[in-house]
C-alpha cells in the first residue's frame, strides 16, 4: 500500500530536550516536505527536499533541521524544542511532474512541547 | 510575498444544495493550484489540480474547481453537497519558477459544514 508514514504520532516533551520525527515513504517519490498545522494559519511549510542530500528552508524554518541521506526517509529534527513548536506537524512527499504531481500526507505528529 | 487567502472561515451548506469553498491567490509567476481536505483526526487528501490547460479540472467524490487567471482565484464547487462532505478544506499553491520555486503555501483553511 502507499502511504507515508510518520512516528511518533503523539509526543509530549520538556524545553531542550532533542526529539526526532521520523517520516519515510514508500512511493519513490522525489519530493518530500515537512509542514506544521496551527489554528487559524493553515500549514506551513518547513523544509523541503527535492531529492537526496538536497534540501532548503520553507517558510518557517527556524528552530527545526532536516536531513535527506536515503530517498525515502526525511526525519525532522527539533535540537531544542520550545513551547512554541507545540503543534500538528505533517510529512509529505511527491513526484514533481505534471500529472504525477500531487503530495500524499502522512497521518501527523501531534507535539506537545512544556 | 506568496500568498494563498481563503476568505472564509465556515461555509454552511444543506444537503443537495450546491457548494462553493472561495480561494485566491498572490503569486509571481505562473502557479499549480491544488485542494486538498482533512478529515477530523486524519492527514491532507488530494482532491484535484490545476497546473495546465483546461481551466475546469475535476476531482475526487464530485468536486471541481475553476482556474481564473484574471482574478487569480481557484474556487472549488460541488453541484450537489453530501453530509459526508463535511470537513475542512484547504486551497495550496506552487509556483513555477523562480526563487520560491518548488515551495508550497497553503490557505489557513475553510471549515464546511453541510447540514442535513
Known amino acids: 500500500e502507499a502511504q507515508v508514514t510518520q512516528n511518533p504520532r503523539y509526543l509530549i516533551t520538556v524545553t531542550g530536550k532533542k526529539l526526532t520525527v521520523t517520516c519515510s515513504q514508500n512511493m519513490n517519490h522525489e519530493y518530500m516536505s515537512w509542514y506544521r498545522q496551527d489554528p487559524g494559519l493553515g500549514l506551513r511549510q518547513i523544509y523541503y527536499s527535492m531529492n537526496v542530500e538536497v534540501t532548503d528552508k520553507g517558510d518557517v524554518p527556524e528552530g527545526y533541521k532536516v536531513s535527506r541521506k536515503e530517498k525515502r526517509n526525511f526525519p525532522l529534527i527539533l535540537e531544542s524544542p520550545s513551547p512554541n513548536q507545540t503543534s500538528l506537524y505533517f510529512c509529505?512527499?511527491?513526484?514533481?511532474?505534471?500529472?504525477?504531481?500531487?503530495?500524499?500526507f502522512g497521518p501527523g505528529t501531534r507535539l506537545l512541547v512544556l | 510575498a506568496q500568498s494563498v487567502a481563503q476568505p472564509e472561515d465556515q461555509v454552511n451548506v444543506a444537503e443537495g444544495n450546491p457548494l462553493t469553498v472561495k480561494c485566491t491567490y498572490s503569486v509571481s509567476g505562473n502557479p499549480y493550484l491544488f485542494w486538498y481536505v482533512q478529515y477530523p483526526n486524519r492527514g491532507l487528501q488530494f482532491l484535484l489540480k490545476?497546473?495546465?490547460?483546461?481551466?475546469l479540472v475535476k476531482g475526487s467524490y464530485g468536486f471541481e474547481a475553476e482556474f481564473n487567471k484574471s482574478q487569480t482565484s481557484f474556487h472549488l464547487k460541488k453541484p450537489s453537497a453530501l453530509v459526508s462532505d463535511s470537513a475542512l478544506y484547504f486551497c495550496?499553491?506552487?509556483?513555477?519558477?523562480?526563487?520560491?520555486?518548488?515551495?508550497?503555501?497553503f490557505g489557513s483553511g475553510t471549515k464546511l459544514n453541510v447540514k442535513p
Open positions: 490545476y497546473i495546465t490547460g483546461d481551466n
Open positions: 495550496a499553491v506552487r509556483v513555477k519558477g523562480g526563487y520560491n520555486f518548488n515551495k508550497f503555501y
Open positions: 509529505a512527499s511527491s513526484f514533481l511532474a505534471g500529472d504525477r504531481e500531487t503530495q500524499y
